[in-house]
Nanobody, 120 residues
Framework: QVQLVESGGGLVQPGGSLRLSCAAS????????MAWYRQAPGKERELVAG???????NYADSVKGRFTISRDDAKNTVFLQMNSLKPEDTAVYYCYANIAPYRYYTMDYWGKGTLVTVSS
């Protein structure tokens, strides 16, 4: 059974920074794409940033230049460094990964989410 566990959320003032982490555990043969999504109250879940197994990344326009996604494959972990946070970044942030629990088979996995609140 594969699990994704996020950490690092919390309350931060506008202009501040937070670093989210998401660790995958369980039966893992390989990890393909990893990503962070977020869902604000009353809104749909949206892609924040993604990173491929080769390290190429992409970002939502709203976070470009402020957020950085990275991964540590030795630790099966993906990170999201969030700088210059704005109140509109307030949301529950979810980790996503496409994981092969064994060769020739992949599944999509989601974490349970971590709340980020940007407020003075």
């Amino acid at each position: 059974q594969v699990q994704l566990v996020e950490s690092g959320g919390g309350l931060v003032q506008p202009g501040g920074s937070l670093r989210l982490s998401c660790a995958a555990s369980g039966s893992i043969f390989s990890i393909n794409d990893m990503a962070w999504y977020r869902q604000a109250p009353g809104k749909e879940r949206e892609l924040v940033a993604g990173i491929s197994s080769l390290g190429s990344d992409n970002y939502a326009d709203s976070v470009k230049g402020r957020f950085t996604i990275s991964r540590d494959d030795a630790k099966n972990t993906v990170f999201l460094q969030m700088n210059s946070l704005k109140p509109e970044d307030t949301a529950v942030y979810y980790c996503y990964a496409n994981i092969a629990p064994y060769r020739y088979y992949t599944m999509d996995y989601w974490g349970k989410g971590t709340l980020v609140t940007v407020s003075s």
